[in-house]
């Protein structure tokens, strides 16, 4: 019981912005009250939930977003040592990037922070990134998601050429492809072949999160 | 009445001949394309030194907007003589607030990328740029000296929200507001002071209003909560409406995104709003309803529809700008943010020959 409070106020923590001092103390709060680390991570996506739903209803906003991706990966480095197994077998990994073409990042760091703070293993591939870069890094690493964005319409034939670069490659099937921007709609990101389109981040790291987690049942 | 009596006319709530036509910005590849002259994106492209690059380039812009019949056009201060950028192996350069570019081929046309000032002891150890630097007014009175009060001349001073924003990056710029919104403040205060300077020599040097440029708002809402806003940025940015005022002109907005949840702060505060995007919750309608003797509004032509839609949609969306914000005056015709290089020119033009067809006044739509 004593830890679940503490855990509690862990996520409250996070939800209500708190300074990063305070939020690590309550961690290691939590840790002497014997919760358990994974219980930790339990709470971070919690409270990352939460903010993501005050955001949807204008009660948060970018700032606040930013701030509690922060505190989320603060906490997250906090608890790297104690899943040194763990780490080998981390929550997802991701493959994200700007398509080619376009050199805007401010949607996609936000997503690849937000991952990085739930404990997904993302690997930032930059901006204006080639499909053949995509299809390299998908080989190499085997994520189970590629995610794209692209704030300018000019980039949006790059990221069907980048599906369509998978699908060459034998992998569209080994991952799920996700696609955000702000010239994009759900229409097109079916039509190019993508398996969602995410409106926000917080959108895209929900649907990435049920594919993963959809991933990790049909494992067990 | 010429172009500028018409911008001149419209900022002043009065009906002109007819709907003003304008863009805050057209870029590079479509000014080529309306003048079929090249457009100098670098310094390795040409033997032009800076000043000449900035005249070359100026040149096709006023070209364009007379080919366009556009009734205003905007104009930059400069960089100061002898302003040297720190260049980096990748091709990226630092500008004066400490932001590093890249140049964009395509667009040609440079974006802030990365930042050189990351905490509050980098920006109290940076050289703080001065709005007095001999040069600064050099693009902005060759403009004016080229329209010779044909056209309207809109300073654009970029907003200290958006300055500081992209000097101390996203995440960076959001932690420290978090944790120490006084040094924010700070910042803030002294951006709107070189502000201040900038606009008292811009429409000295002859601008006709000043547009106050850079994002407070993406399409969820206001990018900060309306709390940090009004405490913080508002009042700043009403420093700055009050210096445009004294030297007799108007102080527009430019904006992305959803502003309702700050609107009434800013109808308050500012004499108008460019660009009303109807993407993000913008309704032009309910806008000039409720703020329209108040506020000049320009825009609220789908950009989005520019880029991805067809001619008739976008005379549609004209004409329904038209329709519900031109009757009274107080109202620009421009697309929702800018002529962006993937905006399709044809669906542009059909925006200006609608605007041209229906927007004579009396409004007959």
């Keep these: 019981m004593k830890s679940q409070s503490a855990l509690e106020n862990v996520e409250r923590g996070i939800v209500d912005l708190v300074t990063s001092e305070e939020l690590k103390a309550r961690v290691k709060k939590a840790l002497d009250a014997k919760a358990d680390p994974i219980d930790v991570i339990g ?18 906003f970018l700032m606040e977003l930013i701030v509690a991706g922060n505190l989320a990966t603060e906490i997250m480095n906090i608890l790297r040592p104690y899943f040194k197994a763990d780490m080998q077998a981390p929550r997802g990994r991701v493959v994200i990037g700007t398509v080619q073409g376009d050199l805007h990042d401010i949607g996609k760091n936000l997503v690849a922070a937000m991952l990085t703070s739930l404990g997904y293993t993302v690997t930032d591939l930059g901006v204006d990134v080639k499909p053949e870069k995509f299809v390299e890094v998908v080989r190499n690493e085997k994520p189970q998601v590629v995610a794209m964005s692209g704030l300018l319409t000019v980039g949006l034939p790059y990221m069907k050429t980048t599906i369509d670069a998978l699908k060459t490659a034998g992998l569209k099937d080994k991952v799920k492809t996700i696609v955000g921007g702000r010239p994009l709609t759900k229409e097109y990101a079916k039509e190019i072949g993508a398996d969602a389109y995410g409106t926000d981040a917080t959108e895209a790291v ?10 990790e049942a049909k494992k067990r | 009445m010429n172009r500028r009596d018409r911008a001149l006319t419209a900022l002043d709530h009065r009906e002109p001949d007819a709907v003003p036509i304008w863009e805050l910005g057209i870029d590079p590849p479509h000014a080529e394309s309306i003048t079929g002259k090249q457009w100098i994106g670098t310094s390795k492209e040409t033997n032009l030194d800076r000043r000449g690059i900035e005249r070359h380039n ?22 100061p003589d002898g302003w040297r950028p720190q260049r980096f192996p990748d091709g990226t350069f630092t500008d004066e607030w400490g932001r590093i570019r890249m140049y964009d081929p395509r667009t040609k046309s440079t974006i802030p990328f990365r930042t050189l000032i990351k905490t509050p002891e980098d920006f109290e150890a940076m050289a703080f740029p001065d709005a007095h630097a001999p040069g600064r007014m050099y693009g902005l009175e060759y403009v004016v000296k080229r329209v010779k009060g044909d056209m309207a001349v809109a300073a654009e001073v970029r907003a200290p929200f958006a300055t500081a924003w992209e000097m101390l990056g996203v995440t960076g710029f959001c932690q420290i507001l978090h944790e120490k919104p006084q040094f924010i403040r700070k910042v803030i205060e002294k951006m709107t002071d070189f502000n201040i300077e900038l606009i008292k020599m811009v429409v000295d040097a002859g601008a006709d209003m000043i547009v106050s440029n850079g994002d407070i708002a993406e399409k969820n809402g206001p990018m900060v909560s309306p709390k940090y806003f009004d405490q913080i940025f508002l009042p700043n940015m009403k420093r700055e409406v009050e210096a445009a005022h004294k030297k007799g002109v108007k102080f527009i907005k430019h904006t992305d995104g959803d502003l309702n949840l700050i609107l009434e702060g800013l109808a308050n505060t500012v004499d108008g709003l460019h660009s009303l995007d109807p993407s993000a919750s913008m309704d032009i309608e309910y806008v000039k309803e409720k703020y329209g003797k108040r506020l000049v509004l320009m825009g609220n032509v789908s950009v989005d529809k520019l880029c991805r839609g067809t001619k008739d949609e976008i005379v549609k969306d004209t004409k329904r700008c038209i329709r519900v914000a031109a009757p009274g005056g107080g109202y620009f015709l421009n697309s929702s943010n800018t002529w962006y290089a993937d905006a399709k020119l044809e669906n542009c033009m059909a925006m200006v020959e609608t605007g041209r067809k229906f927007g004579k006044y009396p409004i007959k739509l």
């Design chain 2, 58 to 79: 100026a040149d096709i812009m006023v070209e364009c907007h007379n080919k366009l019949d556009f009734v205003m056009i905007r104009a930059i201060s400069s960089d």
């Design chain 1, 43 to 60: 709470s971070i996506r919690k409270a990352l939930d939460e903010v993501g739903e005050r955001y949807e209803k204008k009660e948060y």
């Design chain 1, 206 to 215: 929900r649907i990435i999160g049920g594919w993963v987690e959809s991933k």
